[in-house]
Structure formats: C-alpha cells, structure tokens
C-alpha cells in the first residue's frame, strides 16, 4: 500500500507550508497541514474523492450538467472526471480536482463514456492506418 500523499503532485507536501496551492503561507506553531480549517476543508474537497464528489454535486445543484435534468435522488447522478484517472486510483488524487469534475445522470454519463471509448479506437484505429500507410511507402 502507498501513501495517500504520492498521489498529490500538484503541491509539495514536504515543505512546512499551507497545502492548498493558491495560499502556501508557511506554517507556525503546531499546524503541520494548513495554515487554517478552512484550507483544509478546501484541500479535502480538491482531493479527496468522497468530498470532491459532493462538492461538485451541490455545486451543480443536483442537476446534470449535460441534460439539465434535476434528478430526484443524488444516488442518481454520477460524477464524471473530465482528464480520465486512467487505472489510478480515485480515493485521493489531483484529477479529484473541481474544473475536473462533472456531475452527469446515469443516461448521460453512460453516453459521455462511450463518445470517448469510441474516440480512443477510432483514434487507436487511425494510428495503425498510418503506421500501415508509412511501412507501405
């Protein structure tokens, strides 16, 4: 098992500074993390996953962001990572960050998944045509 902190790279953790990127006042007394509660609870929602997926949710305000339709359970709204994670885990990660999250119903998001499988074997497909192509020239 690794460190939850391996997976943050988008600030340093090893200075003895505020962890939210935007701040980074250095740290005093017996603050060890944030410079204040309120960063903290800012870093949580830009990292970890379970406070970046509702964050995103009551930012949206429950609704899906593709169809607009307001869903009658949160239990029905998926959130979506723009910048995929790719085989990482999504328990504590940068791409948890807010710009990367948006919250779609079940259709939508189902839809969103398949346009991008389909774009990356098209894509895989078009890359083989042209290695193809310049073995043959």
Not at 18 to 46: M, P, Q, S
Not at 82 to 89: K, V
Not at 99 to 112: D, G, I, S, T
Request: proline residues 2%; charged residues 25%.
């Amino acid at each position: 098992m690794t460190y939850w902190g391996d997976a943050v790279v988008c600030v340093d953790l090893s200075q003895r500074r505020c962890r939210v990127h935007t701040c980074r006042k250095t740290l005093t007394g017996r603050r060890t993390a944030y410079c204040c509660d309120e960063h903290g609870t800012e870093f949580g929602r830009n990292h970890w996953w379970n406070a970046a997926r509702w964050e995103a949710l009551r930012r949206a305000g429950y609704v899906c962001q593709r169809c607009r339709a307001h869903q009658r359970f949160v239990e029905d709204l998926h959130v979506h990572h723009i910048a995929p994670l790719d085989g990482q885990s999504r328990g504590v990660s940068c791409l948890n960050h807010q710009e990367n999250l948006v919250p779609l119903c079940a259709p939508c998001h189902r839809a969103v998944e398949r346009d991008l499988a389909e774009k990356v074997l098209w894509g895989a497909r078009m890359d083989r045509a042209f290695v193809t192509l310049a073995q043959r020239t």
